[in-house]
């Protein structure tokens, strides 16, 4: 008789408390009895044994099942407590069996490895739900030596079962023939077939479609879980079933909710204004676009009006930042309830708003709408609890008398505002083509620029990076600006667009890195042995020439590359700057460290982050400013650092308290106002001789 012949006769077995009784069965023949069948249970090369779910322990063994766990006695066996040192991943897959089991009459068959005395034994268990005297579920298991004892095969096993990666195998139809732990812990039910777990039909298209056209296929998407839904990453590639040698795919999954979550968050945040929700510029293009071609549909006309605040600075100035921020809450609210449903209204930066009206040509007179703007304001807001009168300019153009383009329109419209904030009796001015004169004073600077380089007018500037805990300063930021000499000190915002549309940004560039090597090796020889960070944009990291610079300025001025950090957009890391990769890896041969400045505004995929030689990340100020609402993005921010290794810097820090939170929370290094603004090069080696001179405690 078989085993699985003696199985079928045991209807019910009893968790009998009894040592000395093995096992018990309702027989019927009296030709057999519970001393037979143990007898012949003893004589099986087969290692029997029942495993009490609930208690986690083996509630009865034959001879083999001993010999298997090094066990004297079944009486010693049931004694000790699997669940003491039992992983996680283990006890997860115990679980599945235990629900597999009640659910349906199935069997499972797997490669287990055993410690007895701590000495790995290698097992093919076949695994069965047996149900007890009083009701409750265990697990029948039958072993036999697994005689594959390839390391690779028994470490993939191994490996498979506790990583949280979910695998799975499935026929081209999408039956599940194989899940490991994670990917059966994830779906609804033993049977669910691939197909059935996504819950966007494109989704299936989509993935056949690619698996057609290129075999492999990558994608995320919404799939229906044990925990609801979540967004999977899912990767598929076609491959032969080892058993039936049928085609199948090959599955891995992994849980990318919170990330995208973030993603979704940090779209809405770098699409809109933090403080006022309305759209920002990024968003503003997009949305322009439709409402322009809307407009021309409808024979309708479609006017940007630029509106600027004229005491803004004056009240962040006697007032606070606080005061300011009320400020511009309260315009973009009062902006929202005025414009039309069909309107846009958006934040373009600073105290600066756009709206886009649509209107009747014939029904009102030019700029009716943007005088209703100024009416609305003409009598004192209440600001921080106190009255104040505010002023606004506002320059607006008409698509599409003064442009078809959005950047036209919006140009034109900047021009009439400059026009307007010049002119204190007319404060809403239309474009008119006299006004290109400002385009004309663009291409002055531009000539002053080229003479800037030339002459070497440009200097660096240093915002100092400290830790958190103690306010160290342990690098820089190296920052350009431009000693115009007739205008003054010019922040690099007036400029560096301006340098970056007409090409000089390689050459600016170019200067910046001499200047930081040349700055290192003084602050080297001044016994500032710190790391010094600089901008490199995405038009530099394409052009050869930059690389070629980089490589030479070890052997030019004999600084440390090492002690130079590259800080990149986060749209290099996305692809999006041809050659980008390449150079970054020869620069990071040489020493220099690569940084994602303003991180969080676009969404790096995790595997664009692996395939760049990221050394740390700067956390975009904007989600510095999100921690007083619990600062969720900056803590998934700062584990993912924390698992590529990555040191993190937090950019923007204004108060104590976002400081405080940081330290808190892990991140270490800090850089804004809080601490010092960008200052010339003597005050900032002033400012850290003196930090070297305070005494330690």
Same mark, same amino acid.
């Given at each position: 008789?078989? @085993?699985?012949?003696?199985? /079928?006769?045991?209807?019910?077995?009893?968790?009998?408390?009894?040592?000395?009784?093995?096992?018990?069965?309702?027989?019927?023949?009296?030709?057999?009895?519970?001393?037979?069948?143990?007898?012949?249970?003893?004589?099986?090369?087969?290692?029997?044994?029942?495993?009490?779910?609930?208690?986690?322990?083996?509630?009865?063994?034959?001879?083999? #099942?001993?010999?298997?766990?090094?066990?004297?006695?079944?009486?010693?066996?049931?004694?000790?407590?699997?669940?003491?040192?039992?992983?996680?991943?283990?006890?997860?897959?115990?679980?599945?069996?235990?629900?597999?089991?009640?659910?349906?009459?199935?069997?499972?068959?797997?490669?287990? =490895? *055993?410690?007895?005395?701590?000495?790995?034994? +290698?097992?093919?268990? =076949?695994?069965?739900?047996?149900?007890?005297?009083?009701?409750?579920?265990?697990?029948?298991?039958?072993?036999?030596?697994?005689?594959?004892?390839?390391?690779?095969?028994?470490?993939? #096993?191994?490996?498979?079962?506790?990583? =949280?990666?979910?695998?799975?195998?499935?026929?081209?139809?999408?039956?599940?023939?194989?899940?490991?732990?994670?990917?059966?812990?994830?779906?609804?039910?033993?049977?669910?077939?691939?197909?059935?777990?996504?819950?966007?039909?494109?989704?299936?298209?989509?993935?056949?479609?690619?698996?057609?056209?290129?075999?492999?296929?990558?994608?995320?998407?919404?799939?229906?879980?044990?925990?609801?839904?979540?967004?999977?990453?899912?990767?598929?590639? %076609?491959?032969?079933?080892?058993?039936?040698?049928?085609?199948?795919?090959?599955?891995?999954?992994?849980?990318?909710?919170?990330?995208?979550?973030?993603?979704?968050?940090?779209?809405?945040?770098?699409?809109?204004?933090?403080?006022?929700?309305?759209?920002?510029?990024?968003?503003?293009?997009?949305?322009?676009?439709?409402?322009?071609?809307?407009?021309?549909?409808?024979?309708?006309?479609?006017?940007?009006?630029?509106?600027? !605040?004229?005491?803004?600075? #004056?009240?962040?100035?006697?007032?606070?930042?606080?005061?300011?921020?009320?400020?511009?809450?309260? +315009?973009?609210?009062?902006?929202?309830?005025?414009?039309?449903?069909?309107?846009?209204?958006?934040?373009?930066?600073?105290?600066?708003?756009?709206?886009?009206?649509?209107?009747?040509?014939?029904?009102?007179?030019?700029?009716?709408?943007?005088?209703?703007?100024?009416?609305?304001?003409?009598?004192?807001?209440?600001?921080?609890?106190?009255?104040?009168?505010?002023?606004?300019?506002?320059?607006?153009?008409?698509?599409?008398?003064?442009?078809?383009? $959005?950047?036209?329109?919006?140009?034109?419209?900047?021009?009439?505002?400059?026009?307007?904030?010049?002119?204190? /009796?007319? /404060?809403?001015?239309?474009?008119?083509?006299?006004?290109?004169?400002?385009?004309?004073?663009?291409?002055?600077?531009?000539?002053?620029?080229?003479?800037?380089?030339?002459?070497?007018?440009?200097? !660096?500037?240093?915002?100092?990076?400290?830790? =958190?805990?103690?306010?160290?300063?342990?690098?820089?930021?190296?920052?350009?600006?431009?000693?115009?000499?007739?205008?003054?000190?010019?922040?690099?915002?007036?400029?560096?667009?301006?340098?970056?549309?007409?090409?000089?940004?390689?050459?600016?560039?170019?200067?910046?890195?001499?200047?930081?090597?040349?700055?290192?090796?003084?602050?080297?020889?001044?016994?500032?042995?710190?790391? $010094?960070?600089?901008?490199?944009?995405?038009?530099?990291?394409?052009?050869?020439?930059?690389?070629?610079?980089?490589?030479? !300025?070890?052997?030019?001025?004999?600084?440390?590359?090492?002690?130079?950090?590259?800080? $990149?957009?986060?749209?290099? +890391?996305?692809?999006?700057?041809?050659?980008?990769?390449?150079? @970054?890896?020869?620069?990071?041969?040489?020493?220099?460290?690569?940084?994602?400045?303003?991180? &969080?505004? &676009?969404?790096?995929?995790?595997?664009?982050?692996?395939?760049?030689?990221?050394?740390?990340?700067?956390?975009?100020?904007?989600?510095?400013?999100?921690?007083?609402?619990?600062?969720? $993005?900056?803590?998934?921010?700062?584990?993912?650092?924390?698992?590529?290794?990555?040191?993190?810097?937090?950019?923007? +820090?204004?108060?104590?308290?976002?400081?405080?939170?940081?330290?808190?929370?892990?991140?270490?290094?800090?850089?804004?106002?809080?601490?010092? /603004?960008?200052? %010339?090069?003597?005050?900032? *080696?002033?400012?850290?001789?003196?930090?070297?001179?305070?005494?330690?405690?």
């Amino acid at each position: 008789m078989t @085993l699985s012949d003696q199985l /079928k006769l045991q209807k019910i077995v009893r968790h009998s408390t009894d040592e000395s009784e093995h096992a018990g069965a309702a027989i019927t023949d009296s030709r057999f009895d519970a001393r037979l069948i143990n007898s012949i249970y003893d004589r099986l090369e087969t290692g029997v044994w029942i495993f009490d779910f609930d208690e986690k322990k083996i509630i009865w063994a034959n001879k083999k #099942a001993l010999e298997i766990t090094g066990a004297p006695s079944l009486e010693e066996l049931r004694t000790r407590d699997m669940g003491s040192d039992m992983s996680h991943s283990v006890d997860q897959r115990l679980k599945q069996y235990r629900q597999d089991f009640t659910q349906k009459d199935v069997s499972v068959s797997e490669i287990w =490895t *055993l410690y007895p005395k701590g000495k790995a034994r +290698v097992l093919q268990v =076949t695994m069965s739900g047996i149900v007890l005297n009083d009701g409750r579920m265990a697990m029948l298991c039958e072993a036999r030596d697994h005689h594959e004892q390839q390391p690779e095969t028994l470490r993939s #096993a191994e490996a498979l079962m506790h990583t =949280t990666v979910m695998i799975s195998l499935f026929t081209k139809n999408g039956s599940p023939l194989y899940r490991n732990t994670a990917a059966r812990a994830a779906c609804v039910d033993l049977e669910t077939n691939f197909y059935q777990q996504f819950q966007n039909p494109a989704d299936i298209l989509h993935l056949k479609e690619r698996l057609e056209r290129e075999r492999n296929a990558r994608l995320v998407a919404l799939v229906r879980t044990s925990q609801g839904d979540r967004w999977h990453e899912l990767t598929v590639r %076609p491959c032969s079933d080892a058993v039936t040698s049928q085609p199948a795919y090959l599955v891995s999954e992994i849980d990318v909710t919170e990330l995208h979550e973030t993603k979704e968050r940090a779209q809405y945040l770098a699409s809109h204004d933090a403080l006022t929700g309305l759209s920002n510029r990024t968003y503003l293009t997009e949305r322009l676009s439709k409402l322009l071609a809307d407009a021309a549909t409808k024979g309708l006309t479609a006017t940007l009006y630029l509106v600027d !605040l004229d005491d803004f600075k #004056a009240i962040n100035d006697t007032m606070g930042h606080a005061a300011g921020d009320a400020l511009l809450q309260l +315009v973009g609210n009062r902006l929202k309830e005025i414009a039309g449903p069909q309107d846009i209204v958006a934040r373009l930066g600073g105290d600066e708003f756009l709206i886009c009206h649509l209107e009747d040509p014939e029904a009102e007179g030019p700029g009716w709408f943007g005088k209703s703007l100024l009416g609305s304001f003409s009598y004192q807001q209440m600001i921080d609890g106190h009255p104040r009168s505010v002023s606004l300019s506002i320059g607006y153009s008409h698509y599409p008398e003064d442009g078809r383009s $959005i950047d036209n329109l919006i140009r034109n419209a900047d021009l009439a505002l400059y026009q307007a904030k010049r002119d204190p /009796k007319e /404060k809403c001015v239309r474009f008119h083509d006299t006004m290109r004169l400002r385009r004309d004073e663009n291409l002055a600077l531009k000539k002053d620029m080229e003479r800037a380089i030339e002459e070497d007018e440009f200097a !660096l500037y240093f915002q100092p990076i400290a830790l =958190t805990a103690s306010s160290e300063t342990v690098s820089a930021e190296a920052l350009i600006r431009w000693l115009h000499p007739e205008k003054g000190l010019v922040p690099p915002d007036q400029f560096i667009p301006l340098a970056e549309d007409t090409g000089l940004i390689n050459r600016i560039g170019a200067w910046v890195c001499r200047s930081v090597a040349q700055a290192q090796v003084r602050f080297r020889k001044r016994g500032f042995d710190i790391s $010094i960070s600089m901008n490199v944009s995405p038009w530099q990291l394409s052009d050869p020439e930059f690389t070629a610079l980089m490589m030479d !300025l070890p052997d030019l001025y004999g600084c440390d590359p090492t002690k130079i950090i590259l800080e $990149i957009t986060e749209n290099v +890391v996305l692809g999006e700057i041809p050659d980008a990769l390449t150079a @970054l890896n020869e620069l990071k041969i040489i020493g220099y460290s690569i940084v994602i400045d303003d991180f &969080g505004t &676009g969404y790096s995929n995790l595997a664009y982050l692996y395939n760049y030689p990221i050394d740390g990340i700067k956390i975009d100020r904007i989600f510095i400013n999100d921690i007083s609402n619990g600062g969720a $993005i900056v803590k998934l921010i700062l584990s993912l650092a924390d698992a590529l290794g990555a040191t993190v810097v937090a950019e923007g +820090v204004e108060t104590i308290e976002q400081r405080d939170w940081l330290t808190e929370n892990g991140c270490d290094r800090f850089q804004g106002y809080l601490y010092s /603004k960008p200052v %010339p090069e003597d005050r900032f *080696l002033g400012f850290l001789e003196s930090q070297a001179h305070i005494p330690t405690k």
